[in-house]
């Protein structure tokens, strides 16, 4: 059993470069490939935890967010197999955690440092997440971790992971392969939403709703949170609103776009359904889990 052919055939129409994309993956039968994404995204998961714990986000110790992404995960079976989006949502969860590690830090310079080096390796299996460092300094910024020395920090982590590509790719003489991540950088495609599928459509739609209500949530009742933790969810908003803005500009990267999607808004959605304890909310939370148990009904009947 190898991967479905509607599969194979959007992400090589996509024409999207990255180390992933140099693995045959049409050559492994479809388990292995779905064990390595399952694997990936259990990591995922387990970070999601870690990440809440150690700052305090959802100010309990709570696992609502690893749920809320492992079940918008499971509504869609496309995303089931290895994409590039797939590493790339590793690294930026990583890039993340060293940079609210950095929140008004004495000594911010090396976890700058270390949170550029991690999107700097998610940036060669998914070039685009290059856009995202713009956000991550604003991120530093508002965490009043950005000087000069820890900027300066950045971007040798950034650069870093390609120093060590160029060193490999002049060794083996491979240089072309070196130059690929930046022509896919400035490749920009023009927007093309007839090659959005409507299951696509349908769960970015869905994480827009349940984004805005968080998003709004956050900002009515940041009050109960302490500073850093509004500043550690006004990030992820920013950077949320960011992803669903490159996904409209780009649509040919949806796939790999929602996988960071997921990361972000599902600490969101976690933080509003743990700490929202009203009638609203409770029909808010039954009707998402209704909505998701369609989506997931619709997606697997198409792919019957």
């Given amino acids: 059993m190898f991967m479905p052919e509607h599969i194979t055939e959007h992400s ?6 990255s180390f992933i994309k140099l693995i045959p993956l049409e050559t492994f039968p479809s388990w292995v490939n779905q064990i390595v994404s399952f694997i990936l995204h259990l990591v995922i998961g387990y970070f999601l935890i870690t990440l809440n714990n150690a700052f305090g986000i959802i100010r309990v110790r709570a696992s609502i ?15 089931h197999f290895l994409y590039p989006g797939d590493a790339a949502a590793v690294a930026l969860l990583l ?12 000594h ?14 998610g940036s060669l299996a998914f070039p685009q997440l290059i ?31 390609y120093w060590l590509f160029f060193g490999y790719t002049f060794y083996t003489n491979q240089m072309e392969m070196f130059y690929k991540p930046f022509q896919e950088m400035i490749n920009f495609h023009t927007p093309q939403f007839s090659v ?26 940041s009050y109960r949170d302490k500073i850093r933790t509004r500043m550690y969810l006004r990030f992820l908003i920013l950077i949320s609103f960011c992803l669903f803005v490159f996904i409209f500009l780009q649509p040919a ?43 997931l009904c619709y997606n697997i009947w198409m792919l019957l």
Avoid at 261 to 271: A, D, E, K, Y
Avoid at 284 to 295: C, H, K, P, R
């Fill in 12 to 17: 090589h129409k996509e024409g999207i470069y």
């Fill in 65 to 79: 967010q690893t749920a809320v992404y492992l079940l918008l995960v499971a509504s869609c079976p496309a995303i």
């Fill in 95 to 106: 890039s993340i955690f060293f940079l609210f590690a950095s929140y008004q830090h004495p």
């Fill in 108 to 121: 911010a310079t090396q976890s700058l440092f270390e949170s550029f080096i991690l999107l700097g390796v």
């Fill in 131 to 161: 856009y995202f460092v713009p956000v991550l300094w604003m991120g530093a910024f508002t965490f009043q971790s950005l000087t000069f020395k820890s900027f300066l920090a950045s971007i040798l982590g950034l650069c870093l992971p």
């Fill in 196 to 221: 959005l599928r409507p299951w696509e459509i349908a769960i970015v739609f869905y994480c827009l709703v349940l984004y805005i209500v968080s998003a709004v949530y956050v900002f009515m009742n």
């Fill in 253 to 295: 990267h949806c796939m790999d776009l929602l996988s960071l999607l997921f990361v972000c808004v599902s600490i969101l959605i976690g933080h509003m359904f743990a700490l929202s304890d009203t009638k609203a909310s409770n029909l808010l939370f039954i009707g998402a889990i209704v909505a998701l148990m369609g989506l």
